[in-house]
C-alpha cells in the first residue's frame, strides 16, 4: 500500500514561466480536499466568488491582495510564505500585484 503521492515540487519565490494571465490547475482532487494552483499575472485577478467549504490560501511566489466579506471589506496582503484560512461561505477575491502564485486547498466533508 502506497501512503504517501507527490504531487508537485513548486519552484518557491518564483513564478514559472507562461503566456497565461491566469493560469488554474487542479493538482490534487480527492474525497476530502481539492488542491488548486493559481498563478495570476499582469494584474490579473480570481474575481469574487464563494465555495461552501472552508479554504487555506499559501502564497508560494510573488505578491496580492486577498479580499473577503460580502462587500469585500476585510483584507490581507499575500507574499511569499503567507498562510490565510477562510471558514466556507465567505465571498473573496484574489488579486496579483503584478504577479502571483498560490495553493488553494479547499476541504471537502467526506
Do not use: W, Y
Not at 14 to 19: M, N, R, S
Not at 37 to 48: A, C, D, I, T
Not at 61 to 72: I, P, Q, V
Amino acid at each position: 500500500m502506497k501512503n504517501i503521492e507527490l504531487l508537485a515540487n513548486f519552484e518557491l519565490n518564483k513564478i514559472a514561466d507562461g503566456e497565461k494571465l491566469k493560469d488554474v490547475k487542479k493538482v490534487f482532487d480527492g474525497t476530502r480536499r481539492q488542491i488548486t494552483s493559481v498563478v495570476l499575472r499582469g494584474g490579473e485577478m480570481l474575481s469574487k466568488h464563494k465555495v461552501v467549504e472552508p479554504i487555506t490560501v499559501f502564497c508560494l511566489a510573488g505578491s496580492g491582495t486577498f479580499r473577503a466579506g460580502k462587500d469585500l471589506e476585510e483584507e490581507q496582503k499575500l507574499v511569499a510564505g503567507t498562510l490565510l484560512t477562510l471558514e466556507g461561505g465567505i465571498e473573496h477575491e484574489v488579486v496579483a500585484e503584478p504577479e502571483i502564485h498560490i495553493l488553494a486547498t479547499k476541504f471537502k466533508e467526506a
